[in-house]
């Protein structure tokens, strides 16, 4: 039977190739064709875990996403920590690679060859230029033109990953990009480096956030509109360096008077006449009606890259990040939701499941100007070809985007990075910093609104720090044999988060190998785990109605 999805104003025909195989059928066909063999491309496979374990309670790593969540996110998805509320035709779970057996291609691999791959760079050459972007803008491959225009519509990598001490970034000829990196903790589970991969977040606001009001580039005025943007994301004051607060015409500290300030103060809420104002010529715009500001929401035309790495070791024997990208993932805020708008959302979402059970969300969007998450922004990005160079994800590749940061509780602004990163009042660089200039060893545990430690809080609701409870190593270091977590790693964990997310070497090593069998095949729309045996507490196939065996929801903060 034919599936259609809406894809903008196309029909997307959701059907095997006939005569083709599926592996290598993004390197043959081209990328941007608006085409899903999976309807369901946009749940991602932990959502098809198995929660219930046979004579315990039932694990529920359901609530780091869907969870109770704060406005002007409105999508309040307790309900489904305690059943699997899916539409029919996603009831089957096409993550094939979930269930493969690579135990051969493990041990057929040299340590040493896995290591020498992880440490060539496939987005820079010795010289600092980026192949990547050269190639989009000079001599574009057909099959990557989405739209059959000629040109390449979409982001064109530009980052130098040259981060100065305040964590700027510069190009090869020592030039400021406008990207900002941005240290932060982990998201639990998927997002710990023992599951699989490093990854890093850079932040860009557009222009008029990096100008004073002469019109003049201005690196305060962009840390304090930085900072301002962050005190929104986290709904809490941030510690800046002291800047002088008459040279901005900004009252930062709310103090009633314009003098020096060492702290953005959050102060925000309209209906009772309190509000907050960016700087510089961000600053005019907003006065005019050109900027809007709001908590909880980033300024139109905000920027995110995100890359996703494989495991190094380093001189020590620990685990750091690989200069080799899995993934360079972009993504940029394209138009402006109000709350009213953003609630308005919710509501016709809620009425279209319940007119409409079994019908899927759509994706919409395509390769070059990204997907959408029907929440203002557009979501792109580049993963590795069999060679290991990087080339734009296609369609469905991509479509996985739309469902991690579309209409989830656990996401501020469609967003996770910045309502997580480190603390400006004590941390290294204000927390503005990149992974290589500072590992995350050493850093705290974050902890949950009620003070207890979050990753501790996952673990004991979970039962492992992955959602298929697949991580034997973490569950050997902080499980005893009766499933009770040990006291002394919890007490470790609180000082330092490396115990539990950096696995060891010889997990490191495999985890590279596992994925680079599915760079091997192109088979990412199958699934992207690194997975090092076949996933067990995970359906193929969900029954109707089944039920989670949780007993009652638990917040994600």
């Known amino acids: 039977m034919k599936n259609f999805l809406l894809a903008g104003s196309l029909a997307v025909l959701v059907w095997p190739l006939s005569g083709c195989d599926d592996s290598a059928a993004a390197e043959q066909q081209n990328l941007g064709r608006l085409y ?13 875990t198995k ?9 529920n790593p359901c609530y780091a996403c869907h969870t109770e969540s ?3 996110n409105y999508t309040n998805d307790l309900d489904l920590q305690l059943a699997y509320d899916f539409a ?8 094939e690679n979930q269930f493969k057996d690579r135990s051969a291609y493990l041990a057929a691999m040299d340590d040493q060859a896995i290591l020498d791959y992880v440490r060539e760079n496939n987005y ?3 010289t600092g230029t980026v192949p990547l ?12 033109d989405g739209n059959r225009n000629g040109r390449w519509d979409g982001y064109v990598p530009d980052v130098g990953f040259h981060f100065d001490r305040q964590g700027f970034d510069h190009d090869a000829s020592g030039s400021l990009t406008g990207w900002r990196a941005l240290a932060y903790t982990p998201f639990p589970g998927t997002f710990f480096p023992t599951n699989g991969a490093t990854d890093d977040v850079l932040i860009r606001l557009p222009e008029r956030y990096r100008i004073n009001e002469a019109g003049g580039p201005d690196l305060t005025v962009y840390r304090v509109n930085l900072a301002i943007v962050e005190a929104l994301i986290k709904r ?3 510690a800046i ?4 607060e008459a040279s901005l015409n900004v009252d930062l500290d709310k103090n009633g008077r314009l003098e020096t300030a060492t702290v953005i103060t959050y102060d925000w809420a309209p209906l009772e006449k309190r509000f907050m104002h960016y700087v510089g010529q961000a600053r005019l715009a907003q006065e005019s009606g050109e900027a809007r500001l709001s908590a909880g929401l980033y300024p139109l035309g905000t920027e995110f890259l995100h890359t996703v790495r494989y495991l190094d070791i380093d001189d020590q024997g620990q685990v750091a990040m690989a200069p080799r990208m899995k993934e360079l993932r972009y993504a940029r805020k394209t138009s402006w939701t109000s709350y009213y708008q953003h609630n308005e959302l919710v509501f016709e979402e809620l009425k279209d499941a319940h007119d409409f059970p079994d019908r899927l969300e759509p994706v919409i969007g395509d390769i070059e100007v990204g997907v959408s998450n029907r929440r203002g922004w557009r979501y792109s990005g580049f993963i590795e070809d069999k060679k290991g160079d990087l080339r734009p994800q296609s369609f469905e590749e991509l479509a996985t985007c739309a469902g991690c940061h579309g209409a989830i509780g656990a996401t501020t602004d469609g967003t996770f990075a910045m309502a997580r990163k480190l603390n400006a009042a004590d941390s290294f660089q204000r927390g503005w910093y990149h992974w290589d200039q500072k590992s995350l060893a050493g850093t705290p545990e974050p902890k949950r609104e009620d003070g207890s430690g979050e990753y501790a809080f996952y673990l004991k609701q979970v039962g492992n720090a992955d959602e298929y409870r697949a991580n034997s190593e973490v569950r050997a270091r902080f499980f005893d044999a009766e499933g009770n977590l040990k006291p002394d790693q919890l007490a470790a964990l609180q000082q330092d988060i490396a115990a539990l997310i950096l696995p060891s070497e010889r997990r490191a090593l495999d985890l590279n190998k596992a994925y680079r069998a599915i760079v091997e095949e192109q088979s990412y729309i199958k699934g992207r785990d690194a997975v090092l045996a076949p996933r067990e507490n995970i359906y193929q196939e969900v029954p109707e109605g089944q039920r989670t065996g949780v007993k009652a929801p638990v917040p994600y903060r």
Not at 36 to 48: D, E, F
Not at 51 to 59: F, K, Q, V, Y
Not at 88 to 95: E, S, T
Request: aromatic content about 6%; proline content about 15%; some cysteine.
């Open 36 to 48: 899903l063999s999976n309807p369901a491309a946009i749940t991602p496979p932990q959502c098809y």
């Open 51 to 59: 929660t219930e374990n046979p004579g315990g309670e039932a694990s």
């Open 70 to 72: 704060q406005k002007p």
């Open 88 to 95: 029919a035709p996603a009831r089957i779970n096409r993550w």
């Open 124 to 126: 820079q050459d010795s």
């Open 133 to 144: 972007a050269t190639t989009l803008t000079e001599r574009l491959p057909d099959h990557w």
């Open 236 to 238: 809490q004051d941030v």
């Open 241 to 244: 360096d002291p800047v002088d």
